[in-house]
């Protein structure tokens, strides 16, 4: 009786083994493994990896620009490092092809400009003193047309973006600096909300660029000067710099 229980229970054992051994046998098999990945898959990563990104459909970040103000002005200024302009913003762009998509710009800048004090002097006044300089805050919205050029991968790459865009001028100070006499190091005055600097500006331009970074040229093509003020020597139209993607 005692040998009947015992065959019984070697018998049992036996199939656990083999069941085990299965089992093991099946979940080791390549096609197994491909259905858990799959079984796995996040499809909404997916989704956004193939929409979002470089050289994707779409692709936003922000930037940083610095350039000096360049050209021919009928008010004399002093170029350089203290006529210069700073701006920050956002970009979206949306990509049509791989060699064409299109940029939109929302941005803040700020621009300085430094007055020369020689003798004739106009703008504002005539009165020369030891420094003098004009401020300009200003939102601007901006369209390009990007050209994309070569082999790039998941990357910006190299591209020309011809600009088009136009700001408020939120805005703007005028600031002297003086000696007013003996003892005294110097006196500053600024006034704020000048009425002769125009309120509305239109630009265009052209950006050269390397992933994120870029040689950009603008150019003002309206007056810096409000209408009643036409006659006012011109203000300098260019500003030659570089741009940062922070990205």
Same mark, same amino acid.
């Given at each position: 009786?005692?040998?009947? =229980? +015992?065959? *019984?229970?070697?018998? @049992?054992?036996? /199939?656990?083994?083999? !069941?085990?051994? %299965? !089992? $093991?046998? %099946? $979940?080791?098999? #390549?096609?197994? /493994?491909?259905?858990?990945?799959?079984?796995?898959?996040?499809?909404?990563?997916?989704?956004? *990896?193939?929409?979002?990104? #470089?050289?994707? /459909?779409? =692709?936003?970040?922000?930037? =940083?620009?610095?350039?000096?103000?360049?050209?021919?002005?009928?008010?004399?200024?002093?170029?350089?490092?203290? @006529?210069?302009? !700073?701006?920050?913003?956002? /970009?979206? *762009?949306?990509? =049509? @092809? +791989?060699? !064409?998509? %299109?940029?939109?710009?929302l941005g803040y800048a700020y621009q300085h400009l430094d007055l020369d004090q020689t003798p004739g002097k106009t703008v504002p006044t005539p009165t020369l003193h030891r420094r003098e300089s004009l401020g300009l805050h200003q939102v601007y919205a901006e369209t390009s047309l990007r050209f994309n050029a070569g082999r790039r991968g998941n990357s910006v790459g190299r591209y020309l973006d011809l600009l088009a865009g136009g700001g408020w001028v939120a805005g703007t100070s005028h600031t002297t600096e003086d000696e007013p006499g003996p003892g005294i190091g110097s006196v500053e005055t600024t006034e704020r909300g000048l009425p002769y600097l125009r309120r509305w500006t239109g630009t265009g331009g052209a950006r050269l660029g390397i992933d994120r970074y870029a040689l950009v040229a603008r150019r003002r093509f309206t007056p810096a000067f409000a209408p009643a003020y036409a006659a006012w020597p011109e203000l300098p139209r260019w500003v030659l710099g570089l741009e940062i993607g922070l990205f």
């Open positions: 009786m005692a040998s009947y =229980f +015992q065959r *019984k229970a070697a018998a @049992s054992r036996h /199939r656990m083994v083999m !069941l085990t051994g %299965l !089992l $093991l046998a %099946l $979940l080791a098999r #390549p096609e197994v /493994r491909a259905q858990q990945v799959l079984v796995q898959a996040n499809v909404a990563d997916d989704t956004i *990896k193939t929409t979002f990104g #470089p050289n994707r /459909r779409y =692709f936003a970040h922000g930037y =940083f620009g610095y350039g000096l103000l360049a050209g021919s002005a009928g008010t004399p200024v002093r170029y350089g490092l203290g @006529s210069a302009e !700073l701006r920050t913003g956002g /970009r979206l *762009k949306v990509r =049509f @092809s +791989q060699s !064409l998509a %299109l940029n939109f710009d």
